[in-house]
């Protein structure tokens, strides 16, 4: 065999286990499917840097609700605990252990969708922790994402088909709508990447799920207790029903920290009346140092 034979064979052989990685790699990255919970997040075009702020932003607000986050049983009475060196490379060990066998509390998986970062959860509960995430920022006006426009949480996930869908709303819609719970309701629908299915359809079905949970369930597009949020992607359905959806903008992270007319009015009259305040008593002290001034002419 000559040079150039076996440099072409070796050539190949590159070639082959180069592409036999790749596909080994592709198989291992986690899509969105059928049975998750988590997070669905919108962002413009930076979905890398949107990643990284989500988790930033969850893990804090996790912290608060269910304390750090936990990888293995505590063996502080374990003698190389003792070893601060040892203890640490450990604790870097257990997290790129929980990585790969994807046993993190939070991880991205591919969403189907351009813009949109789904993150999968684990031993959370998606709409208690983003209302929480979503209260503090309306109350405190304090802006904690630079790329991340809207963060929807989904504690349910089923195959987009009508059927299917109303089959596994009639149980997942059970803990608000069935009687004796009953509430004002409203629905909100998304589709990506998904041309089979009708919005019209889809939320005249869901409607009439919950009307039959309880008659007493009434529509309310203005300012509705709940919120179903009905986000399709390819073949996967996500259902939540969440709370303060008006009141929150629309789960917006950017517009909920900005303040709405009323607001800005109140915070007006505050800061006029403060200035005020502050300029009085510069006034009388002007008019008893002139008062002053008088009587010792």
């Known amino acids: 065999m000559s040079s150039e034979q076996e440099d072409l064979r070796a050539g190949k052989k590159r070639k082959k286990a180069h592409y036999g990685g790749f596909s080994k790699r592709q198989k291992d990255f986690k899509q969105l499917e059928v049975g998750m919970q988590g997070i669905l997040i919108t962002c413009n075009m930076k979905e890398r840097k949107c990643v990284g702020e989500a988790y930033s932003l969850l893990n804090e607000y996790a912290d608060q609700l269910y304390g750090p986050e936990k990888f293995t049983e505590d063996h502080s009475s374990e003698s190389d605990e003792d070893d601060v060196e040892a203890a640490l490379k450990k604790e870097v060990d257990e997290i790129c252990t929980a990585t790969k066998k994807n046993l993190r509390r939070f991880q991205s998986v591919e969403s189907g969708a351009n813009n949109v970062v789904f993150i999968r959860t684990l031993s959370v509960e998606p709409e208690k922790l983003v209302h929480h995430i979503l209260k503090d920022m309306y109350t405190t006006k304090k802006k904690k994402a630079k790329v991340i426009f809207r963060m929807l949480p989904f504690s349910g996930t089923c195959k987009a088909f ?40 889809v939320i005249k079905e869901l409607a009439g799920v919950v ?47 900005k303040c709405n007319k009323e607001e800005l009015q109140e915070k007006l009259a505050i800061s006029t009346k403060e200035e ?15 008062h002053n001034l008088s009587a010792d002419d």
């Not at 002290?285 to 002139?290: L, P, R, S, V």
Request: include cysteine; charged fraction near 30%; aromatic fraction near 10%.
């Open 276 to 290: 005020i305040s502050e300029i009085k008593p510069k006034e009388e002290t002007k008019a008893e140092q002139d």
């Open 162 to 201: 009508l059927e299917d869908m109303k089959q596994y709303a009639e149980t997942f819609f059970v803990p608000w709508f069935k009687t004796p719970n009953k509430g004002t309701f409203q629905i909100v629908y998304k589709a990506r990447n998904n041309s089979h299915m009708n919005r019209e359809e």
């Open 211 to 257: 009307g039959n949970l309880n008659p007493e369930n009434k529509v309310d597009l203005n300012n509705p207790e709940y919120t179903i949020v009905v986000e399709i992607i390819k073949t996967v359905c996500c259902l939540s029903v969440v709370k303060d959806y008006v009141l929150l903008k629309k789960y917006n992270l950017q517009e909920v920290v």
